[in-house]
């Protein structure tokens, strides 16, 4: 099946600094990619939309400024959490589709935990 | 995004069946009805979906009712690996929303 890879795979940092994580699918083209993060114990939150070549639709409650998201390429996506704080500590997971939902092909990535102290 | 409604937790035995329910009394005539699951620290795995007619592939099938207000994921024949949280959810729009999923045990 089609691969999703994120990297990378945890992360630590101190608060106050930024966090990029980037989102590749590696054996298809993504005209689609999606961000959620996942508190523990708690389903998955989606965060964004994010379209190759144009500003991501950010889910309402969702700081644009905070969690910036560039999809530059048809295999590439990169969420930047920005002056990032603890309450920020969360599983981020990235999803990118083949086509539409509707054909069932989306694909998700590792996930991406982020430890912010 | 029309909301679904799933039990938090079943279990269930290993070689037995399993029937996973889904309740989506407000589905809009085109919404797909799509069924993930995940492993513990993992992404969600595609497992199936639906419109219309019942589905099934190499993982599970869908059972859908006549209604479209619900619908069942069958397991065929659980295994320890089927263990995760499965999650129901319409797709109405070109996105999909999570609500919180039913986890599922299988005792050896």
């Known amino acids: 099946g089609a691969v999703v890879s994120q990297h990378p795979s945890r992360v630590i940092c101190k608060s106050g600094t930024s966090v990029k994580i980037e989102c590749r699918s590696l054996?298809?083209?993504?005209?689609?990619m999606f961000w959620y993060r996942q508190f523990p114990k708690q389903s998955l939150m989606l965060m964004a939309t994010?379209?190759?070549?144009?500003?991501?639709?950010?889910e309402q409650g969702v700081e644009k400024d905070k969690f910036l998201i560039n999809h530059a390429s048809l295999t590439l996506s990169t969420l930047t959490v920005t002056s990032a704080h603890p309450e920020d500590s969360s599983f981020y997971i990235c999803?990118?589709?083949?086509?539409?939902?509707?054909?069932?092909?989306?694909?998700f990535g590792e996930g991406s935990r982020l430890t912010v102290l | 995004d029309a909301k679904t409604t799933q039990p938090n937790s079943m279990e269930s035995n290993e070689e037995e069946p399993v029937h996973l329910p889904c309740n989506h009394s407000?589905?809009?005539?085109?919404?797909?009805i799509h069924w993930y699951r995940q492993l513990p620290s993992q992404g969600p795995e595609y497992v199936i979906h639906?419109?219309?007619s019942n589905v099934n592939n190499r993982m599970a099938s869908l059972a859908i009712a006549e209604d479209r207000k619900s619908s069942t994921l069958i397991l065929h024949r659980a295994t320890l690996r089927d263990a995760a949280v499965y999650y129901c959810?319409?797709?109405?729009?070109?996105?999909?929303?999570f609500g919180q999923g039913t986890r599922l045990t299988i005792n050896p």
């Open positions: 999803s990118a589709s083949r086509g539409p939902l509707n054909t069932g092909e989306l694909f």
């Open positions: 054996d298809f083209q993504a005209t689609t």
């Open positions: 994010s379209n190759e070549g144009s500003k991501a639709t950010y």
């Open positions: 407000t589905i809009s005539g085109t919404d797909y």
């Open positions: 639906g419109l219309t």
């Open positions: 959810i319409l797709q109405g729009a070109q996105k999909l929303v």
